[in-house]
């Protein structure tokens, strides 16, 4: 084997596994998109519980099935709000709207900005849980010791899994306040999607 | 490159003229791009590393001993439970098998150096700097990161100081194994000697292939997982952090999607060494050659299809359950093929058991067992039993130390007197190999009832009931440190002390076959500098 040629050679094939190396560090990133959308496809994580946009999902009330739904609270980091459902739970039927109200109150004595992140259990029924109003839509300002009444609107749609009876909405309250600042100069903040 | 292609030009003028020689003093080591010295860097840089990650361990298993805190804080047990994963990880096993790269790669395939030289050089210098960073951050106020060795946010995230340091060695451990890997593939692609087919290669070369191959397909998705934790940190990003729309989840995928890929990354060399080794002292020919290749195809290639078998318990729908633990004990497939092969190449050997033999076979027995403790893991039900406690860090100890690790004690046994040019002290070699796979034994044994009991890892403090075992653990964990001064005094014998000690042949063991035995021991500075002729047709990687 000449040695010039099998050192070019050696030379080009580092250059095309540099370009590999590359690739493969732009995949890490391309794997967040692509992981959103198998959550959003799976309903993994409970996180395509999508708002009311269907046209097949109209309100046609299953009153013969009815489903708990259950409300979870949590605040992360566990000090700067209180939070919890006004009722831990409610029956429902597949098919009607709901409202239920959730209560914040900010414990500090300075101004925050929350957001509350949702999940869905069973993912099963993540896709089957739409929300037409919901204050995980925005991200939610609070004055120094201000306390919200927070309404969520909400349905399951019919086709929600039949072995499925009891659903478990859960909220996890988020303090948002450095990164609201940090987007503040732009004219959308980062909110999840919900 | 320039230059290193000139000094390579240049040393063919000169057949083996002593300008060629190595340079005097320190800067012979700072400038080197010979594979040979290069090769001593890594490992001593490995040893380094070795001594510093065991001592964390045994400061570990010294708190461990009995129930409450005795020597530290929470914090600093935390700090050097992720440290000793990072050091030994990074510092020990990777760079350890770059040295064994080193320093064979090019001898088994009748080349005169890796590829890219001057990359190596730079490859193995940017280790002490990665290095100094990480550990000089137990100097810093809040210390070393604690978060364990997975860095996953938001805990990583907490981490003070010291994270930015984190971030940036993991970057240069990567950049460094990254350039080694690169120069393995080229190397072994393109310099092999005439008339060595890829499938005619030596086993531990074919092993270093795949595992370049890994190593540039993941260490850089590795790179990219903790660039999005520094700017989630520090630049407002959201990749990890729920409330601003991302999901700590995403971080685990893409952690394990490097790191499963990754444990591989740490033991298919050492599966190279042993197919290097066992049929030597069988003085039987590797039963099975072509399917020990395709087998650790088949188990790189799976590598990247189990990682979520690391998550079972963060929640995955039944389905990616399934799929995670039926692919993961696929691997168990071509593993076994393996671990069959070597026992069929000793069956009906003529088996001697000088020191690296014994480290060969006590790797296939005592890996083999690790191996079945993932199999168990793997199974998801249970899986959920297991998970995170020291049933887990049994298992991946028992596949590192008596698997990676012994692999390279083994090939220092095996090498060192090609290296050295003298035979190391057989006596002290096998006390040394008992001392060590009694003592393993003892300290990693007893970790299996702990986790099926429900001790849980990462935890400085535990449950009066587990005392016995954590006690045994911790005698074990002593013992075997302190049996490795053994091995050093006898590494150091070769290379310091060495007046009156037996000098070693070209071919140091008779049933050896191979590039590397033809050429004198110690090897020269520089060897085949014309590729060297005469490769047996039929089985070449067999040299004579």
Known sequence: ?194 | MAQAQDAHDHSHDHDHDHAHGPEKGIMRWIKTTNHKDLGTLYLWFSATMFFIGGLMSLAIRAELWQPGMQYMDPELFNQFTTVHALVMIFGGVMPGFVGLANWMVPMMIGAPDLALPRVNNWGFWILPFAFTLLLSTFFLPGGAPAGGWTIYPPLVLQTGNSFPLLIFAIHLMGVSSITGAINVVVTILNMRAPGMTLLKMPLFAWSWLITAYLLIATMPVLAGAVTMLLTDKYFGTSFFNAGGGGDPVLFEHVFWFFGHPEVYILILPSFGVISTIIPTFARKPLFGYASMVYAMASIAFLSFIVWAHHMFTVGIPLAGELFFMFSTMLIAVPTGVKVFNWVATMWRGSMTFETPMLFAIAFVFLFSIGGFSGLMLALAPVDFQYHNTYFVVAHFHYVLVPGAVFGIIAAVYYWIPKWTGVMYNETLGKLHFWLSAIFINVLFFPQHFLGLAGMPRRIPDYAVQFTDFNQISTIGAFFFFASQFIFFYNILRCVLWRKGLQPAPARVWEGAHGLEWTVPSPAPYHTFEEPPTGIDAETPWVAH
Not at chain 1, 17 to 27: D, I, K, Y
């Open chain 1, 1 to 194: 084997m000449a040695e010039a040629s099998s050192s070019g050679k050696a030379h080009r094939g580092s250059w095309k596994l540099a370009a590999v190396v590359a690739c493969m560090f732009g995949f890490g990133f391309a794997l967040v998109p692509l992981y959103g959308a198998i959550c959003q496809l799976t309903g993994l994580n409970g996180k395509n519980a999508g708002m009311l946009v269907s046209a097949k999902v109209q309100e046609q009330v299953d009153s013969k099935r009815t489903v708990k739904v259950e409300f979870l609270t949590t605040v992360n980091g566990g000090r700067v709000w209180t939070f919890k459902a006004e009722q831990p739970a409610i029956e429902v039927h597949p098919g009607q709207l709901y409202t239920v109200y959730f209560d914040a109150a900010n414990q500090q004595d300075q101004d925050v900005v929350g957001q509350a992140v949702p999940s869905v259990a069973p993912w099963s029924a993540a896709k089957h849980l739409h929300k037409t109003e919901c204050f995980c839509f925005n991200q939610q300002p609070f004055k120094a010791g201000e306390a919200k009444h927070m309404p969520v609107r909400f349905m399951l749609d019919p086709e929600l899994p039949a072995d499925v009876d009891t659903v478990t909405l859960s909220y996890t309250f988020f303090d948002v306040t450095r990164l609201a600042q940090q987007a503040g100069g732009r004219d959308k903040p980062n909110s999840p999607k919900s």
